[in-house]
């Protein structure tokens, strides 16, 4: 690998949730992996996590009004 | 009501209809251009048949037996003499007949291609629409006709070109429509499939032979007030084709020469294309006797003013007004002034029961001419009855329970409020009513703001709710009061304005009034306990202010000018009233009283506020005057000096600039750091000088309006008293318009501060001709830029609102769209709803002292 984007200031932390953490995330917002927003399976920030189709990536960035915030991105294969 | 569901629409074929079903259709055959016999009556196999249904009242239509309103009326036909082209297949038939055979009508495609180029084609309609399939028959079909040859027969194949509108020739021999008609009858059903053609359809069709005769019932005729009848555009057009028609079967039987035939034959294909499309571009457009362009087809359906845009997607209402408005600051806050001619037709609907069943019958008995009165009635049956003089008797002896009374509009009716373009929820906000004399809708100047109105002729829209539903869901969820905190921001988007701010400010800052004074102004603002008066001969001007405030309130905030504002229990002990603390969209002092005190307290107070400041103003008096922008003779040399200084320093810099000893900015080029530094130069003289102008013209009137955020910023003084300073275009001083000059009255490539746009004369002791001139430049372009940027930003918002109108945030906090996906996990990334904060932070020490009461 020649780059790691993730050494980058600017990228926020990424990291993929386990199964358990998958199925309780799933179950407390009552959704649908086709629910939720997308990230593609090769993005350059995730690579390094070898993510497969369906798994569900955690976003932490830094927020103006929150401090920091969460996001979560479902992979898919694009 | 329930309504029986009979028949669910499956799905919609759209076609072309062939002779045969045009004849199966039609009511009757049209073959005579007359419309009606001596009598007046429709003539048999006229245009106005009454077989094709009936337009005037007490006639049935001979074919349904139906009376006016109830049929709806039939097709007839007419027999063409000569097949004529359908002016919309034109094209459809040019390819037909490019990419077929002349002898044998085959797909110019060699047979054992045939299948494979259907996948093909099958596969682009789907994806790619349409036009691209078309596109692509088109190219493979001119690939196989390079050879010039049938692939199927063998034989010779020529040119087939389209002369606009409709005439096609083939090797510059004009082929009549009887001869295409001729060639699209040979096209076999598996060729027609390649073009997308479903089975049931045949090319043919798209000649007429007989063409379909609208329906009188739409096209009916108006009888004029001389009696005269004056018939529909359409039906005009369809007299001139059965009359051509008529003719040019005479010449046919009576064997006429093939010329007169011909020209015949052309003028019916003229006025059959007319009938369907008077806008086609290559024809003069079919006309009146006066020359006014009949309106045939297809301009009843296209365009803004046609059937789609203006009668299907274009909504109106009823109970609605608008009309220009205009303030008044004596209503309250959550009022509108309607006048009383609207009023009378505005009607609000009220049923009648035991208890106000003498209450409504007072409107009654005013009738519909006398206000407050009542226009129609509805009994309990649905029918409505509308009330006159010859009826009103009837009426009153027949009111009862159940039945339903339209009355006109009166004091405290709900009324909602609109102006466009209707960006926020504010836009639309709900009023009640205020009759009033006059013509204009009146509201407090202090709402302009959330309509972003002004009074230079705007005009408003007026709804009126009809039922109880509405009136209850207007006036709780849409009340003036409830919406004065902004859920953009957090504060309040109403305040005092202008005069209303002035006065404030001055009663809190200088005013000493005598006690029947104070109890003047308190009482012109609507109060009438004056208990907390203080007891003494000279009031101060803050206690005056304090009599509004709420005897429990306290704030500490800060003024305009950086002084601390204190509330202590309802009592102003310091500060000033001004915008900061009073203004719209500024100050917590508004957000705070609305957040204990409610909507309908605060908006009651601002009123008062508002009044108070405005009869302050009216006893005391304020002028603003010329005078008002003199400056003593000291101060107007310092700015002599501050100019003289800046204008030296940038000469300087130029000389700098010409011998060479500018040393240049990083980054920039030596001629941009010359522009940069004399810009900065002459900047820092303005600013200088406007300083010293504000701290020098004391307690001007046009001072205090700008100390207390009235109106205007110390920029607009400073331009008036010192120096109206550099202008600039694009960030630049004025560059070049001739060669090498800014005008021909300067040397080439002066860069001096004056040959640039530097005015170093103020507004009140004038400009020079060449200064005017550089500010008309600056003028213009400010005037220009917001000419061209606001279409832009106006779009650019309602492509935003349109995307995100159905986002909503859910119970769990997240932002979904309308099909649940998640569009952010929480709120704004904070959970916060802005309305139910204070300019988007929460004050939690203020949260911490309210609860464990008073001291720090």
Request: proline residues 4%; aromatic residues 8%.
């Amino acid at each position: 690998m020649a780059l790691d984007v993730n050494k980058h200031q600017l990228i926020p932390k990424h990291s993929k949730l386990t199964d358990a953490e998958r199925k309780k995330f799933l179950d407390d917002y009552k959704i649908d992996v086709k629910s939720l927003p997308k990230i593609l399976i090769d993005d350059a920030a995730i690579i390094t996590l070898k993510p497969k189709a369906g798994d569900i990536i955690k976003i932490e960035r830094k927020s103006e009004t929150a401090g920091t915030s969460v996001y979560y991105r479902a992979v898919i294969d694009g | 009501m329930d309504r029986q569901v009979y028949k669910k629409i499956y799905h919609i074929d759209f076609g072309v209809f062939s002779p045969k079903q045009i004849m199966d259709l039609a009511a009757a055959k049209i073959v005579t251009p007359e419309l009606y016999d001596r009598e007046g009556y429709s003539v048999d196999g006229g245009l106005m048949d009454i077989r094709l249904g009936v337009i005037d009242p007490g006639l049935r239509c001979k074919t349904c037996g139906q009376k006016l309103k109830e049929c709806p009326g039939h097709f007839g036909y007419i027999e063409l003499a000569r097949p004529t082209v359908h002016i919309k297949f034109v094209r459809q038939i040019l390819d037909l007949l490019k990419s077929t055979c002349k002898y044998c009508a085959r797909v110019i495609i060699p047979e054992n291609n045939i299948k494979r180029y259907l996948g093909v084609f099958e596969k682009i309609g789907e994806e790619e629409g349409f036009e691209a399939r078309r596109r692509k028959i088109k190219e493979v079909v001119g690939k196989y006709k390079l050879k010039e040859k049938c692939p199927h027969c063998d034989k010779k194949q020529e040119k087939i070109k389209l002369d606009k509108p409709y005439n096609y020739y083939e090797n510059e021999i004009r082929l009549s429509p009887i001869e295409v008609r001729a060639r699209l009858e040979k096209i076999q059903e598996e060729d027609l499939a390649i073009f997308g053609y479903s089975k049931s359809f045949r090319p043919e069709w798209m000649i007429l032979t007989v063409l379909q005769i609208p329906p009188v019932t739409m096209r009916p005729s108006i009888t004029l007030e001389s009696g005269e009848r004056s018939e529909d555009d359409l039906t005009h057009k369809l007299g001139d084709i059965v009359r051509i028609n008529q003719r040019l079967f005479e010449n046919i039987n009576a064997g006429a020469p093939e010329v007169i035939i011909e020209d015949l034959w052309d003028l019916l294909q003229y006025h059959v294309t007319t009938f369907f499309d008077n806008e086609v571009s290559q024809l003069p457009p079919a006309r009146h006797r006066g020359g006014q362009v009949l309106k045939t087809l297809a301009s009843r359906i296209k365009s803004k003013e046609g059937r789609l845009r203006h009668n299907l997607a274009g909504k109106r209402t009823d109970f609605s007004a608008r009309t220009v408005i205009s303030p008044d600051p004596f209503i309250d806050l959550n009022e509108v002034g309607v006048p009383q001619s609207m009023s009378m037709n505005l009607t609000v609907p009220e049923r009648v029961t035991v208890w106000n069943l003498e209450y409504l019958k007072r409107f009654v008995q005013n009738g519909p001419k006398k206000y407050p009165g009542a226009n129609y009635i509805i009994k309990p049956d649905g029918k409505r009855k509308s009330i006159t003089v010859e009826t009103q008797e009837e009426i009153l002896e027949e009111l009862e329970e159940g039945y339903m009374v339209e009355r006109h509009l009166i004091d405290g009716d709900i009324a909602l409020f609109n102006r466009q373009p209707s960006l926020h929820r504010m836009s639309m906000m709900c009023h009640l009513v205020k009759v009033l004399p006059g013509k204009t809708f009146r509201l407090n100047p202090a709402v302009c703001n959330p309509y972003n109105a002004d009074f230079d002729g705007d005009e408003m829209n007026l709804h009126i709710p009809q039922n109880e539903e509405a009136r209850a869901e207007a006036r709780i969820l849409m009340l003036v009061d409830t919406q004065i905190i902004s859920p953009r921001y957090g504060l309040s988007v109403v305040g005092c304005i202008q005069d209303a701010i002035t006065g404030n400010y001055l009663l809190t800052k200088e005013l000493v009034l005598k006690r029947s004074e104070a109890i003047d102004l308190l009482y012109n603002c609507g109060v009438n306990n004056f208990s907390r008066l203080p007891n003494k001969e000279k009031i101060d001007g803050k206690e005056v202010f304090s009599i509004l405030l709420p005897e429990d309130f306290s704030y500490i905030g800060k003024d305009k000018s950086g002084n601390e504002v204190k509330i202590v229990n309802g009592q102003l002990k310091s500060g000033y009233m001004d915008k900061a603390n009073l203004g719209q969209e500024s100050g917590l002092m508004l957000r705070n009283i609305y957040e204990a005190y409610g909507p309908a307290y605060t908006s009651d107070l601002l009123g008062k506020i508002s009044k108070l400041g405005i009869a302050v103003l009216a006893r005391r008096g304020f002028s603003i005057g010329i005078g008002d922008m003199d400056l003593p003779l000291e101060t107007k040399n310092e700015i002599k000096n501050i100019i003289k200084k800046s204008e030296d320093e940038a000469n300087s810099i130029i000389d700098d600039y010409h011998s060479g000893k500018l040393e240049p900015l990083p980054g920039r080029t030596l001629a941009e750091t010359l522009e940069v530094s004399v810009l900065g130069a002459l900047n820092r003289a303005r600013n200088k000088a406007g300083d010293i102008a504000m701290k020098q013209v004391q307690n001007s009137a046009a001072t205090t309006l700008v100390r207390c955020g009235a109106r205007g910023n110390p920029l607009n003084i400073a331009q008036m008293t010192a120096i109206v300073g550099q202008q600039a275009l694009r960030g630049k001083r004025i560059d070049h318009g001739f060669t090498g000059r800014t005008l021909s009255y300067f040397s080439k490539n002066d860069l001096s501060p004056k040959a640039r746009g530097f005015v170093k004369n103020n507004f009140k002791s004038g400009l020079t001709p060449s200064e005017f001139f550089f500010g008309a430049m600056t003028g213009r372009d400010a005037l220009m830029d917001t000419a061209l940027r606001t279409p832009k930003s106006g779009y650019l918002y309602r492509r935003l609102s349109n995307a995100m109108q159905d986002l909503k945030v859910d119970y769990d906090d997240t932002v979904r769209d309308a099909s649940g996906k998640i569009i952010q996990f929480s709120y704004g990334e904070d959970c916060l709803d802005v309305s139910k904060t204070k300019n988007g932070v929460i004050d939690v020490t203020g949260i911490i002292h309210n609860v464990i009461g008073g001291g720090k």
